[in-house]
């Protein structure tokens, strides 16, 4: 089993990195082999719009503005068998180049089955400050999810009040997605 974990982190410490790094503990522990795919690392882009409004992504599956890092990002995520998406929230929503990733492979994966149809994906949305924003961001993830056709495994949350007890609970969700389970398995 190879876990995908795609990060919509800046940073390279913090909340939500010790969160991805109990993903990572998790799915290891399970046996699994872990791509964490950094997209600060990249330069993405948002979307051109191309084409009139559609360029070759929706019937091509692929995007011709590729240069950035979009096209590697988004083999590593076909190579993946399960996916995290783990972000900060911002405003109440993913973080910008995590948003302009999805804004874009969303359109590649229009109405396909290409990289992430039937894939399980555990979410995790991870709000500083005030902790607001949190239910926002996970909506604006689930959509994605269902405009693409990947099967949503979990959805939580952690903040700075709770991040004690819902790092472990990132762990274990890890953990059963690496192992293997399915979303709708009755679990005794």
Known sequence: MKIGILSGNPKKDGLCQ??????????????????????????????????????????????SFGD?????????LQASDALIIATPVY??????????FLDRLRRCEFNQDTVLRKKQILLIAVPGGSGNGLLSCLGQMERFCQHTGAIIFDYIGVNRWNNDYKKEAVKAA?????????NGDTVS
């Not at 991805?20 to 964490?36: L, N, P, T, Y």
């Open 174 to 182: 890890a953990y059963a997605l690496a192992g293997g389970r399915k």
């Open 18 to 63: 010790s969160v991805i790094e109990a993903a990572k503990s998790g799915a290891r522990e399970a046996g699994a082999e872990v791509d964490e795919i950094r997209l600060v690392d990249y330069k993405i882009e948002r979307c051109q719009v191309c084409g009139n409004g559609w360029g070759p992504c929706r019937d091509e599956n692929y995007c």
């Open 68 to 76: 950035d890092g979009f096209n590697e990002a988004r083999e590593r």
């Open 91 to 100: 405003w109440g929503e993913v973080t910008e180049v995590l948003k302009s």
